[in-house]
């Protein structure tokens, strides 16, 4: 969605570029409106990404489990969850700007005090030194609402993935005593519906769960913390391609010997770019790709 791109760009693409110069952190070349800006946006995009989340967990649950049509829950519940969660993004995102709540912390400008160490909230402050910026309360009432918003999705989310898998798999029992051909019809498409479920819960748990417990436990600068900081978002990058996976699979079969990869350029830039029965023929005639894959060939010949 596009708060997955607001939350991936601003705070974790452009990083410390964008906090106040000299602060001493590697890459700064900002100012106090740089940084604000890049708290901003974070707090924009980070509650709408973990809402849409939920919405796509629900809006499964309501097609497999209980019988909606897409167009009903168009209708009853997509509609007027685009606004609900730009209300609340937007109010969640602009309240800190007024109590001078955004500053550098760590690799980016989040709502903390500053200096960090300062003033008495949850996570660094030492209740001794006075705060320049910020305010203590503010910065623990914002890392409450981040918290309780993921352990609300990580609940919702696996408990609806677990209760599709389930109702598929009772509907695939319930149809194997009428037909051996339906019972496989049914198996395959419980099949396929489990396999999109586990997958999308993967990913969520791999760029949502595990990155923040990570950062909030782990030491600052080792591996596992940098590895953190790259697959936080990645979340909507990992759901788009589980979402074109099946279109991915379908290309495959209409187009004999296209790869997986190429199927994805071809599905989601051949209808843009080009016709997507002649993406694979344009990159032919594209001299790099051509260059590369004579020198694949020339090392498969070589003995």
């Known amino acids: 969605s596009l708060y997955d791109v607001i939350w991936s760009f601003f705070p974790w693409f452009m990083g410390s570029w964008l906090m106040p110069a000299g602060t001493g ?18 707090w924009l995009g980070v509650p709408g990404a973990q809402y849409y989340q939920i919405l796509l967990s629900l809006h499964t649950l309501l097609l497999v489990t209980f019988r909606w049509k897409t167009s009903d829950f168009e209708k009853k519940i997509e509609r007027h969850s685009h606004k609900v969660i730009f209300a609340v993004a937007l109010v969640l995102a602009t309240v800190p700007i007024f109590f001078e709540g955004y500053n550098p912390e760590c690799s980016t400008c989040l709502p903390a005090p500053l200096p960090i160490w300062c003033g008495d909230w949850i996570f660094w402050g030492d209740g001794e030194t006075e705060c320049i ?87 600052q600068g080792t591996p596992i913390m940098i590895m953190s900081y790259i697959l936080l978002p990645f979340q909507g990058f990992f759901n788009l391609m589980i979402f074109l996976a099946p279109k991915c699979a379908k290309y495959q079969k209409t ?49």
């Open 255 to 303: 187009n004999p010997g296209t790869s997986l990869v190429m199927a994805y350029i071809c599905i989601i830039f051949g209808k843009i770019s080009i016709p997507c029965n002649r993406c694979y023929a344009w990159l032919l005639r594209n001299e790099t790709f051509e260059a590369i894959r004579r020198r694949s060939s020339h090392r498969i010949q070589s003995p």
């Open 25 to 42: 952190h590697w890459g700064a070349n900002g100012n106090t409106q740089t940084c604000t800006m890049q708290g901003f946006f974070f």
């Open 133 to 219: 910026r910020g305010n203590p309360t503010l910065s623990t009432a914002y890392y409450t609402i981040y918290l309780t918003n993921l352990s609300i999705m990580g609940v919702f989310c696996t408990c609806s993935m677990i209760q599709v898998y389930f109702s598929v798999r009772g509907q695939e029992d319930r149809n194997a005593r009428y037909s051996f051909r339906c019972s496989n019809s049914h198996r395959e498409k419980s099949r396929r519906i489990r396999r999109t479920m586990i997958l999308y819960t993967f990913g969520f748990y791999l760029c949502w769960v595990v990155p923040s417990f990570i950062i909030h436990f782990a030491q």
